[in-house]
């Protein structure tokens, strides 16, 4: 039977070889910041962030303002680094809305006035550049700026707004301004003759990112503008209508697909989907959970989107929402990454009291600005408030595999199986497991605040640290997949959770232990004499005696993942006694088959631990020789068996 001292050590962590395998994106978590207030001016919205984490925003003297409806005071602010600055945009008309900001600290906007009776209005651009607000001037004051990157290229759209529509966008112009330099205007063509052209996104390259809205704006189709040449994007299914709202620099565009009547105030009938267009196809990216329609606002480098989904039908302002429009019940910021959208304020580890409406920005490190609004300390009034998200640091699993590192990689875990996990930020420190954290026959399913679940269940764990787990599996289906999640802040209210990575399974999915695991493969196998005596060559290991093993030697060797056995006690708990494996198996010794097993089972006092008894057969050449264990398993022929570089030192 085998030594305790010995099978701790095989259990002891070891850095082996990491398989690189697809990384999965973590389950997103972040903290909420209020972004602050002006003086005299409590309640403000976020519009935009750059790159280094500038937001812009303004502020109003009261809750709930609609801009564009009312003869609204703001204040426009830049907050960098903390530090909330008041930009004095007050020139009239009032109203002034920041739409971009870049890593200078150059900000733009305008105001947008609407006469809902005779549906006209006007509009006024702003530049803040240099310390100082610079107002267009001339042709220019009609042009609303929607963008800027870090080469100060704006995007801004002349708008002509008509008596015939509430479509801001009809007959209006795009045009690129390289505001560094003293450039000229470039217009951006449109694709429909006699129709107009918005543009409302660019990205580091220039690529523009908007729409072509055909005459009296009968239909509107999303374009890029890449090196000033027009590209239409594909169309929703079932959407007449849609625009690209920002852009990449991968050149992944997202934006909205809808259908509504531009001539009346409100159109009941009216859809829209967020959607995300890639290599010349569009895909819906849905609604939350409760609402019937969303906008896409932003995209990052990441290709994480955000806009905002709500429980009501668009109106003529589609994704202008956000900029006028104080936050609100009806509207819910999201997020869309790794394929699913998220409800913004449920992602939030320090959100209480919070209600997040618009998510207007995101930039590459994932930060997010936007609007929302809670109820102040001890029951006061609600308030309004621009909100700064920062991802929170979580769990990501890169790889998991049989923990006894064997070359080619075990990627399969299979009952009762012992195998580790590879990523980052899996635990906060390194802990490892003692006598006193087994409790009935139970290892610990939270080790130093780290939990590995899969579905509902919490597994046993060995050892945790950052970048490795070693656990052992539990029940499992007999073929599939199953996922497994790693849990930090494991019991608190601050839990993070990795995404799921879906492993597949098997009933058995064997491979030796090993005293030391080369890059090469070829691995001595953890093997012991009946008096606890190690067996390989000499030297193996620096302060440890080793001996080959001879021809009639009786020897343990040890492994994980062999299976199911005889054992009454649940998989991933510890082996109270015996219990021999059920699979049919076989075992040779360098190509010899060895008839002399006498045991092949769990290694009792032990979680995940198998071991094989046997005397080495005559024949057996001396050498580093392959000791192979196969085992059947239905629907696999000839069986799954062990890596067949592993080896036992035979002397002679």
Not at 560 to 565: A, F, M, N, R, S
Not at 577 to 598: C, E, R
Request: one cysteine or more; proline letters at 7%; hydrophobic letters at 40%.
């Amino acid at each position: 039977m085998a030594s305790k001292h010995v099978v701790a050590k095989f259990l002891t962590l070891t850095f082996g070889l990491i398989v690189p395998v697809y990384i999965a994106a973590q389950t997103p978590q972040f903290t909420i910041q209020d972004v602050g207030t002006l003086p005299d001016l409590p309640a403000c919205n976020g519009t935009a962030i750059s790159q280094s984490g500038n937001v812009a925003g303004y502020c109003t003297a009261t809750f709930g303002q609609d801009l564009l409806l009312n003869n609204i005071t703001t204040h426009v602010f830049l907050s960098s680094n903390g530090v909330l600055t008041d930009l004095n945009v007050t020139y009239p008309p009032t109203g002034a809305v920041p739409t971009a900001v870049n890593d200078s600290g150059v900000v733009v906007g305008g105001t947008l006035s609407l006469n809902i009776e005779d549906s006209t209005g006007s509009v006024s651009p702003f530049i803040y550049q240099n310390g100082a607000v610079q107002p267009f001037t001339g042709p220019l004051q009609s042009l609303l700026p929607l963008g800027i990157n870090n080469n100060s290229q704006m995007i801004g759209t002349f708008i002509e707004i008509g008596s015939y529509s509430l479509n801001y966008f009809v007959n209006s112009k795009a045009v690129l301004d390289p505001l560094a330099g003293g450039g000229t205007l470039t217009d951006l063509a449109a694709v429909t003759n006699g129709g107009g052209a918005a543009g409302f996104g660019i990205n580091s390259t220039g690529t523009v990112a908007g729409a072509s809205v055909a005459q009296n704006a009968t239909s509107i189709t999303p374009m890029l503008w890449q090196n000033l040449t027009p590209q239409p994007l594909p169309l929703l299914t079932n959407y007449s209508q849609g625009i690209a709202t920002a852009i990449n620099d991968s050149g992944v565009a997202a934006g909205v697909a809808f259908d509504l009547d531009f001539e009346t105030l409100t159109d009941l009938s009216a859809t829209a989907h967020a959607v995300l267009f890639s290599n010349g196809s569009v895909t819906d990216l849905g609604v939350l959970q409760g609402d019937v329609s969303s906008t896409a606002i932003a995209i990052n480098n990441s290709g994480s989107v955000v806009g905002f989904s709500s429980n009501q039908p668009p109106d003529f302002t589609l994704q202008l929402a956000g900029l006028f429009y104080p936050p609100a019940n009806n509207y819910h910021a999201f997020l869309y990454s790794g394929g699913k959208m998220y409800n913004l304020v449920n992602q939030l580890v320090n959100g209480a009291g919070w209600q997040l409406s618009f998510a207007m920005g995101i930039n590459n490190a994932g930060q997010i600005v936007g609007t929302g609004f809670y109820e102040g300390p001890g029951g006061a009034a609600t308030v309004q408030r621009a909100f700064l998200l920062t991802p929170v640091p979580g769990p990501s699993i890169t790889s998991i595999v049989g923990a006894g590192f064997s070359t080619p990689a075990v990627t399969t875990i299979s009952p009762n199986g012992l195998f580790t996990i590879f990523g980052s930020d899996l635990a906060s420190g390194t802990a490892g497991l003692t006598a006193g954290e087994i409790v009935n026959n139970q290892l610990p399913t939270n080790l130093g605040g780290t939990c590995v679940e899969s579905g509902t269940t919490k597994w046993g764990l060995f050892y945790v640290s950052p970048k490795q787990i070693n656990v052992v599996a539990g029940e499992l289906p007999a073929s599939g997949t199953v996922p497994v999640t790693v849990i930090t802040g494991c019991g608190t209210a601050n839990e993070v959770l990795s995404a799921s990575f879906n492993a597949p399974v098997a009933a058995t999915a064997p491979e030796f232990l090993y005293f030391l695991e080369n890059s090469n493969g070829q691995n001595p196998i953890a093997t012991i004499e009946p008096n606890g005596a190690y067996v390989g060559t000499p030297g193996l290991i620096a302060g440890a005696t080793f001996a080959p093993a001879h021809v009639g030697d009786v020897l343990t060797a040890f492994g994980v993942g062999w299976g199911p056995t005889t054992s009454p006690n649940p998989p991933g708990t510890i082996a109270s006694a015996i219990a021999s494996l059920t699979s049919n198996y076989k075992l040779t010794l360098g190509g010899t088959p060895v008839d002399s097993v006498l045991y092949a089972g769990v290694s009792p006092t032990y979680a995940g631990l198998y071991q094989v008894d046997f005397t080495v057969p005559s024949g057996v050449s001396a050498g580093n020789q392959p000791l192979v264990l196969t085992l059947d398993e239905p629907g696999a022929d000839p069986g799954i068996s062990t890596s067949p570089t592993a080896y036992i030192a035979i002397g002679n």
